[in-house]
Structure formats: C-alpha cells, structure tokens
C-alpha cells in the first residue's frame, strides 16, 4: 500500500521513505496549534514519552502534533 500513499501524497517537508511530492494530495503541517499542545507535549517528554513528529512515519507509539 505504502508505494500507493507515496504516490497521492504532495507532502510539504518533501519525499523520504514514507512520504511521496507531486501527487494530487496536498499534506502540510499544522498551523493553527493551541498554546495547550505545546504544554501537552512537555508534559508527555517529561513522562518520560518520545515525540514523534510524524505519525505516518516509522515510530507510532509516542507523543506528538496532529491537526
């Protein structure tokens, strides 16, 4: 399926093993984030949590921004 997703996908931080550019699907981060995420966020490190910046990525079990 990955090579699929890779293919629709226009993702602004641009092409790696999970991500595709040029597709009709246009994916960009974020940009209307709460103050209270990045407490959140703090919170979870603090817990001992990793972050993970990207959940379509590699890792999928730690903490992280999503809109």
Not at 27 to 39: I, K, N
Not at 43 to 54: F, I, L, Q, V
Request: net charge negative; hydrophobic share 35%; proline share 6%.
């Amino acid at each position: 399926m990955l090579p699929y997703f890779k293919r629709s996908e226009d993702n602004e931080r641009g092409a790696d093993a999970f991500h595709g550019i040029d597709g009709p699907m246009r994916v960009a981060e974020g940009r209307s984030m709460q103050p209270l995420v990045d407490t959140m966020l703090e919170a979870a490190r603090a817990a001992g949590h990793e972050h993970n910046p990207d959940f379509n990525g590699r890792a999928r079990r730690a903490s992280g921004a999503s809109s």
